[in-house]
């Protein structure tokens, strides 16, 4: 057996009870995440869906990894420029820890599968569980309010243990519309803001952030739309689509919006295309064409009532 790591750390080896045949999947799963169970931060474990042989693993930062026998491959994101990979050897069971110096993920990460995700945050693993004034925040009767979006973000306090909540609430028929609340672990709101305050208040806004790093999404919540909840799921033709653009070749992105009109929901789906399918080859250009409720094409007019929310997002990597 050969490992050959270029500016990169072996951690240490865990041995478990040797397999009387050659591990699965769901087995290596199941190692690693056994493993992970005694994290106390939070952190993002990604497979590649294949069991690999003789491969070689090279990072964004140019780190390369390279092994010379069959084995289950994991990568583990802690955040920003923290990582580190687990490796399940195939023919007994055993992990090895790599740990990566720059933390720098695998270039080609986003086509491995996200097999799980923990969340820790003032002292306990998933905040939206464990801390009782924000699991009363996202248990309020939102769709009782004129709220078209809450979203709840976790951030960490750079080269602190100390984290906060930013809690975005977009108001329909009101100004200003969207607010923006950070709260502490008791739930203390630390700073507040509006899109319509006055420049001076975002000076004081762009200070506040520059301590501050993205851990990740909490939250979630849109109001219903159709007469339905989550209409990327419930909505067959929506989610029919949204499922199928991924696949086609000749587009490089698609936008979904939502609209209140007089006719009630409606849906504008921009896509874009590459250069190549642009009338004069030159840039890229973009179609755009509204649907109702019941995915039939929708005549633009001036009976828009209200912009909701952008739902579905894809860019061609």
Known sequence: MKIKTILLIIVQTFFFTALSAQTTQEQADKIVLERMSSETQSYTVYAKEDVQKEMIITSAAGE?????????IYYIRYGANQGRYLIVNESNGNLLEVDAKSGAEPEDLAEWKEIEQKYFACGVKDPLQNIEWLREFCE???????IATVTIDL??????????????????YMS???????????GECIFSITAEDPPWRHEEYTAFLSNKEFVTGLFDYLMPVCGVNNPLQN????KEYCESVKEKQDISSVRIYIYESKDGHVFRILTGFPWEYAPNHWAEYYSEVWKNCAGEEWEFSKDLVYYITEIFEFVKQ
């Open 64 to 72: 390369i990894l390279e092994l010379d026998y069959s084995c289950w």
């Open 140 to 146: 309020s009767p939102f769709e009782t309010q004129p």
């Open 155 to 172: 951030y960490k306090v750079i080269d602190k243990d100390e984290y906060l909540f930013l809690i975005t609430t977009n108001y329909m």
């Open 176 to 186: 200003p519309a969207v607010w923006f609340d950070w709260r502490n672990c008791n």
């Open 235 to 238: 909505i067959k033709w929506l």
